[in-house]
């Protein structure tokens, strides 16, 4: 079955080029020669839009004007697996990103392994290098990453920019992850530093009435007045008439369920984003998807700084068994490598994925 991928960018500096893009089998480095069929080339037109201070909901987000003009694109019939390159027409620069795998039949330990990367917190270090002092560092760490060993997609789940309502640093932080982002599937949920906000909620993409402010954890205008609106015009994330992209959605790679919540908006019993999480986790089939990964940007437990951090170790480490016990998996913990585990899921077997099929 073919796959398809969003690839969105933005227009150079004063110029209003279209949304066309060049791709086909291969490393592409006889992109736009006549005459190769190996390489399967095809040409796909996208769609423009323009994000602005309108598209804001309050604050300094609205203050500033700026205008900057979006193209998104999807490459379809796209071999599963298989590496593609791709060039944005009036760009002589050529990326090469890899298809995900075809959907899995059957059952999903016969599935390729999946490797992803997992991070939040970032920023960009050239408009706000206090704020972001090792974001720089984050990115290079990341594609040593890349080079060493395949890498599938990229999570970054929340705060991404730090931008807070000055879309200069959008462009810079945008610009910062193209190495990673052009290559590798770059899935972002949104944190407190992209939705939380103050104000008119009658440009909220996420479709909510009022802003959530909940007593445990209110963090006021920290969007500076974006409400998301800048990390759902400028991503293109999986969209289905169920989900709410990028505020919570959810997509499978290979073996892996992955569900994406946002701990910016209502999720108690009851509410809109309850009741999709519900009814995502009861949809999961786990023979075909053993795994399932939820990302959200605040942490469930906090475990804080403590004068004797052998007692914080000892008090984590009695955590983590409870968790071994109560969901039946094997954590190994390391002695000298630091925040490492390692889940093993307890599969069906195919014999009992076939009984449950009938």
């Known amino acids: 079955m073919a796959q398809f991928m969003a690839i969105p960018f933005i227009s150079p500096a004063g110029n209003n080029c279209g949304s066309k893009v060049g791709y086909g089998l291969g490393s592409g480095a006889t992109l736009g020669s006549s005459g190769n069929t190996s390489h399967m080339l095809q040409y796909v037109m996208g769609s423009t839009y323009t994000v602005s201070e309108d598209d804001m909901c309050s604050g300094l987000a609205q203050?500033?004007?700026?205008?900057?003009?979006?193209?998104?694109?999807?490459?379809?019939?796209?071999?599963?697996?298989?590496r593609h390159h791709y060039r944005i027409e009036g760009s002589s620069r050529v990326h090469e990103i890899q298809a995900?795998?075809?959907?899995?039949?059957?059952?999903?330990?016969?599935?390729?392994?999946?490797?992803?990367?997992?991070?939040?917190?970032?920023g960009e270090?050239?408009?706000?290098?206090?704020?972001?002092?090792?974001?720089?560092?984050?990115?290079?760490?990341?594609?040593?990453?890349?080079a060493r060993k395949p890498v599938d997609l990229i999570l970054h789940v929340g705060d991404l920019s730090y931008a807070d309502g000055r879309h200069r640093v959008w462009g810079s932080f945008m610009s910062s992850i193209?190495?990673?982002?052009?290559?590798?599937?770059y899935m972002v949920s949104v944190g407190n530093h992209e939705y939380d906000f103050t104000g008119s909620t009658a440009n909220d993409l996420s479709g909510v009435k009022d802003s959530y402010h909940p007593k445990w954890g209110n963090?006021?205008?920290?969007?500076?007045?974006?409400?998301?609106?800048?990390?759902?015009?400028?991503?293109?994330?999986?969209?289905?008439?169920?989900?709410?992209?990028?505020?919570?959605?959810?997509?499978?790679?290979?073996?892996?369920?992955?569900?994406?919540?946002?701990?910016?908006?209502?999720?108690?019993?009851?509410s809109r984003q309850y009741k999709w999480l519900e009814a995502?986790?009861?949809?999961?089939?786990?023979?075909?998807?053993?795994?399932?990964?939820?990302?959200?940007?605040?942490?469930q437990y906090v475990v804080y700084p403590h004068k004797d951090n052998r007692i914080v170790a000892d008090h984590l480490r009695d955590f983590i068994e409870d968790l071994m016990l109560e969901y039946n998996v094997d954590i190994t913990i390391a002695g000298e490598v630091e925040d490492q585990v390692t889940l093993r899921a307890q599969l069906f077997s195919p014999d009992d994925c076939?009984?449950?099929?009938?």
Request: glycine letters at 8%; charged letters at 15%.
């Open 125 to 146: 270090g050239v408009e706000r290098p206090q704020k972001c002092p090792m974001a720089a560092a984050t990115v290079a760490a990341v594609q040593d990453e890349i």
């Open 219 to 270: 963090f006021g205008d920290d969007s500076g007045g974006e409400c998301g609106a800048m990390v759902a015009r400028r991503f293109s994330m999986p969209s289905h008439p169920s989900f709410n992209s990028p505020f919570w959605y959810a997509f499978d790679y290979g073996s892996v369920h992955f569900t994406m919540i946002s701990t910016e908006h209502d999720i108690s019993p009851g």
């Open 354 to 358: 076939r009984s449950l099929a009938h």
């Open 63 to 82: 203050q500033t004007p700026f205008t900057v003009v979006m193209h998104v694109v999807q490459l379809t019939s796209l071999l599963p697996g298989w």
């Open 100 to 122: 995900p795998p075809a959907r899995t039949r059957g059952h999903g330990s016969n599935a390729a392994p999946v490797s992803f990367i997992a991070y939040g917190d970032m």
């Open 178 to 185: 193209e190495p990673l982002a052009s290559r590798v599937p």
């Open 280 to 299: 995502d986790l009861a949809g999961v089939d786990r023979c075909k998807t053993p795994w399932v990964v939820v990302g959200m940007h605040r942490p």
